[in-house]
């Protein structure tokens, strides 16, 4: 019976991403029209409703075509390369609280609440990088191998500072157990004492996702297409899922690292406690997947060189010195303690005077780096000189910022 509640419980969470990706693709198409003052999907089915449906029906009758000089083999297998970590990262995430009367192992609300589940998060995800490069390599395009290398460049400079963000979560927890660090949060959110932490964590969230203004790996005006340029029919699709669910699992990451997960935002849950306790954790996820849109519809994209500046310059130090203050100032003012399953976790609350002087850190890390960020931006304070030969003359183009 247990293996049976456990195989229901992983099938839920893996439909979970895959059945949001129609809801997330009217969503966004709704609200970037929303900001840029346009109507949106409106012509099939009530306030077009059913577009995701006919949008899903087109790609499946699409011819499914494969270049004569392609790696056959690699080019078929890369967008399930893609999709499958996508998919199965969301299993460890738990999104509700113990079910009463349940075994240890059962009672989370997640397919399995891992003891290493955060290490699970990322061993998976950084699997996705071999479905694009492979998907660039294998079309023998040029276009899409120059997508591929941007993907793995860009991933792989991301990826550290990601790990680098959730390192101060797991140091003042204790524990790789996601249910852990919710219980944590139940008296303080994490974005409060670790705000640079939550900020670099959904930004290198973001471009992990390769979403604008990360989106260099699939600009259109330079790559066609990126990656992706060569698949139609189904194998475009399962790219695009794997987006969308990478999206769904950033969101949902977000949230349980840094919002406390199914946690209400005031009190109590009170009674219906795991309906309540549902309903908090996909209010707080879907407000980051607007935030997705929202960047979307308002952020030109990075050019390249300021994208690997960034990730290299700013972040990865910035990151690493708030795991550095965090752990002189663990040392000095450690926080309270509370018994978890496998030992002892820390406890926040907003009496403690770790949480201030953690927030106070935080302030003066994020000033100091735009202080000396601003100006060194490539582009960022400067004109950029563009030669026109047939006229002979320079032109100037505005500076930035």
Known sequence: MDSLILLGKVIVALLIPATMVPVLIYAERKIVAWIQIRIGPNRVGPAGLMQPIADALKLLLKEDLTPLSADKVVFAIAPIVMLIPALITFVVIPYAPPLPGHKPHLDTLAGADLNIGILYYLAVTSMGIYGVFLA??????????????????????????????ILPVLMITGSLRMSDIINTQADCWFCVPLFLAFITYFITGVAETNRSPFDLPEAESELVAGYHTEYSSFRFAMFFMGEY????????????????????????????????????????????????????????????????????????????????VTAVIL???????????????????????????????????????????????????????????????TLVAAPRG
């Open 136 to 165: 660039g390599w294998s079309s023998n395009n040029k276009y899409s191998l120059m997508g591929g290398l941007r993907s793995s460049a860009q991933m792989l400079s991301y990826e550290t500072s990601m790990g680098l963000s």
């Open 245 to 324: 669910a990478n999206m769904v699992t950033v969101s949902a990451i977000t949230t349980t690292l840094f919002l406390g997960g199914w946690g209400p935002f005031i009190g109590g849950l009170g009674p219906f406690s795991w309906i309540l306790s549902l309903f908090w954790f996909l209010i707080k996820m879907f407000f980051f997947l607007f935030i997705f849109f929202w960047l979307r519809a308002t952020l030109p994209r990075f050019r390249y060189d300021q994208l690997m500046y960034f990730g290299w310059k700013v972040l990865l130090p910035l990151t690493l010195t708030n795991v550095m």
């Open 331 to 393: 040392l000095f003012f450690p926080p309270a303690t509370q018994p978890g399953p496998l030992g002892l976790i820390s406890k926040l609350s907003f009496d403690q005077p770790f949480v201030w002087i953690m927030l106070v850190s935080q302030l003066v890390l994020i000033v100091i780096a735009l202080a000396l960020t601003s100006a060194r931006l490539p582009g960022a304070r400067r004109g950029v000189r563009l030669v026109d030969p047939s006229r002979e003359t």
